[in-house]
């Protein structure tokens, strides 16, 4: 959601749509640097698109759903702390060393809502359209059941995912708390979205040929980049637990 | 997967101002408030705490004011209530009201109906309950045997309702009957009315017990029991569609994930000074899923205030929120080696015996998981 000045939302909404248009086919590099997306974060003084953060990262979101192989979030997150820091800008996609932990545990959100909106989809698609005992998957409430949590764990983390692209405007020390309760519930979300989805193909999704395990396996990964489970979740325990009885429930809404 | 986007929550000035402000007026009221007590907070019946929230016009927030409503928005109703459930405050008195029946009074009652309870609702003077379930008749609402028979300026109600929370201190409940048809029309031939219970012959309420010796549900029991036509809400025959929009309302809020709170803020004050990384691992997890599904519910009060139907996104709120806060009790158990019992002067011993022993209706009541998961498939697609 952008702030309400219109131009900006049209400015976004545009922006989603010739990158929605680029990442459906081969993309370069050049081909992503000729769209602006590097920069996306920075203000338009510095050449970027002057968006509300949670509009341009909405771009890694979509990079996630298509298995864009670049790391455009990456660079996105890695060129707003060299501008903020008043270093040069990348000269091509950010490897590993140029990306800050918070940054790179934002983007890693985004990109796993978007993968598991596609899990989701595949599955949907699947259990319509495969018939056993005279009729589709779709018709046997076990499955019902089971699309149903699967399509909750996919709606926590793409919130989860949201909360975590709203951090990146907030201050370190929220933003700490806010990406790591992010990143603990998408990895939560993964493990039970992957198995149920692979549950619901049955064995064709445990095949090459088939496309369900490019994401599934992306998402087992990328879960757990710029820090795992337990790296996310000791510093929100620790500060639960410094927050105390009393400051517990505060916590939880300023988180 | 647009159809399961939840909107960003939104906070202004407003909410921010009266979220302090809540804090304020509770922090007053349940000074004295055990955490036995706080625990209690969805049953804890309490009709000066309900005057008191209606006085600071904290009830009926978001109602025209000719209805004794505030005119406020679903985000500053979203405030208040989240704060005096996250508070352990005794709520019973007016939740029902306020979350369901009023709305479901002003979306589809008469002029004369909403001019005659909605102002007591506003004012925490007048209780609710809520008339659905029935023997033959749990998660299966459709298979109702209620009836209601027109005859002259009346309606004869023969039939009985079960597990009618609060029935025995209600001033009305919102009776879902047949009024016409068989119970093989299903959805068919279904209507609400408005009983007054104080005010209706042949209407008999006994009490069931719960597994915790508490008294909270009842058999309400109608008997040739007269009711005036004018009782009759919205349209003869469309009660279901009025009822499953009454639903919407009823699983929509923050309750369905706040229910074991109270254990949760004691097993961090039990944790603290011990703070291995056992705890710290499962008071993160914890705190991760209680954030995130904050933000979802939020989304739902969004949606409210838009005016979308939030049917499917209120069902994944309260589906996710169930498992979580019937989760805390198994999980502080691994954490303090305690044995769960009312009885001890250890509040948290006290509160996990309190909350273990309640866990398993909160996947029941208000729908139960499995219905909930059937309606979150057919918001897919797949029924």
Not at chain 1, 179 to 197: K, P, S
Not at chain 2, 47 to 58: D, E, H, Q, V
Not at chain 2, 305 to 328: C, R, W
Request: charge should be negative; hydrophobic fraction near 45%.
């Amino acid at each position: 959601m952008t702030t309400g000045i219109g131009g900006e939302m049209d400015e976004a909404m545009m922006l989603r749509d010739a990158a929605t248009r680029l990442f459906a086919g081969d993309c370069d590099w050049s081909d992503i640097e000729a769209m602006g997306l590097p920069l996306a974060l920075l203000g338009e003084d510095q050449g970027g698109f002057g968006l509300d953060p949670v509009d341009a990262l909405a771009i890694v979101r979509l990079a996630g759903a298509t298995l864009v192989p670049w790391p455009v979030g990456e660079t996105m997150v890695a060129n707003a702390a060299r501008a903020g820091a008043g270093q040069a800008l990348l000269d091509g996609p950010a490897t590993a060393d140029d990306v800050p932990m918070l940054g790179g545990a934002i983007a890693r959100s985004l990109l796993c809502a978007g993968a598991l909106g596609r899990v989701l989809d595949l599955t949907i698609e699947h259990v319509n359209s495969r018939e056993q005992f005279g009729r589709p998957l779709a018709k046997f409430q076990a499955v019902q059941h089971a699309l149903a949590q699967l399509a909750s764990e996919v709606a926590a983390a793409s919130a989860a995912a949201d909360h975590a692209a709203a951090a990146f405007a907030r201050p370190a020390d929220e933003a700490e708390i806010a990406v790591g309760v992010a990143r603990v519930r998408i990895g939560e979300a993964v493990g039970i979205a992957n198995g149920l989805a692979h549950q619901m193909h049955g064995a064709i999704g445990f095949t090459e040929e088939y496309q369900l395990h490019r994401y599934t396996t992306a998402l087992w990964r990328w879960r757990d980049e710029y820090g795992g489970h337990p790296y996310w979740a000791r510093k929100v325990g620790a500060a639960a637990l410094a927050a105390g009885s009393a400051g517990y429930w505060p916590l939880v809404t300023a988180a | 997967m647009s159809a399961l986007a939840f909107p960003a929550p939104v906070e202004t000035y407003a909410t921010l101002k009266l979220r302090a402000e809540v804090r304020a007026f509770l922090a007053e009221q349940l000074g004295a408030r055990t955490p036995m007590q706080r625990a209690d907070s969805w049953s804890g019946f309490d009709r000066a705490f309900s005057r008191a929230l209606g006085a600071r016009g904290w009830l009926g927030m978001t109602w025209p004011k000719r209805y004794g409503g505030h005119e406020r928005s679903a985000f500053e109703r979203y405030v208040v209530v989240e704060e005096t459930l996250a508070a352990g405050a005794p709520v019973a008195a007016h939740w029902i009201a306020d979350r369901q029946s009023g709305p479901t009074l002003l979306k589809y009652g008469t002029e004369a109906q909403r001019a005659a309870v909605l102002p007591g609702v506003a004012r925490g003077e007048t209780v609710f309950c809520i008339g659905m379930s029935e023997p033959g008749s749990g998660s299966d609402l459709a298979a109702t045997r209620t009836r209601a028979v027109r005859d002259g300026d009346h309606w004869r109600v023969t039939g009985t309702k079960l597990w009618t929370t609060g029935a025995h201190e209600a001033d009305y409940m919102i009776l879902f009957c047949r009024t016409s048809g068989t119970a093989a029309d299903r959805q068919a031939g279904t209507s609400q009315l408005l009983v007054d219970l104080r005010n209706t012959q042949g209407v008999t309420i006994r009490p069931i017990i719960d597994l915790d010796g508490k008294h909270h549900f009842n058999e309400v029991h109608f008997e040739d029991a007269i009711i005036p036509i004018d009782a009759l809400i919205g349209t003869e025959g469309e009660g279901w569609a009025q009822v499953m929009s009454e639903l919407a309302f009823e699983r929509s809020g923050p309750e369905r994930f706040l229910s074991s709170i109270q254990l949760l803020i004691d097993l961090i004050g039990a944790l603290q000074g011990a703070e291995d990384d056992a705890s710290l691992l499962a008071v993160g997890r914890l705190t991760s899923h209680l954030v995130v599904l904050r933000r979802l519910s939020r989304g739902v009060a969004a949606m409210l205030e838009a005016g979308d139907n939030p049917t499917v996104h209120a069902a994944i709120v309260k589906d996710l929120g169930a498992v979580f806060e019937q989760s805390i009790p198994e999980i502080a158990r691994t954490l303090v080696d305690i044995v769960p019992d009312a009885a001890s002067t250890r509040s948290f011993a006290a509160v996990l015996q309190k909350t273990m022993w309640n866990a398993p209706s909160w996947s029941l009541r208000g729908g139960t998981r499995e219905i909930l998961r059937g309606i979150i498939a057919r918001g897919l697609g797949l029924r």
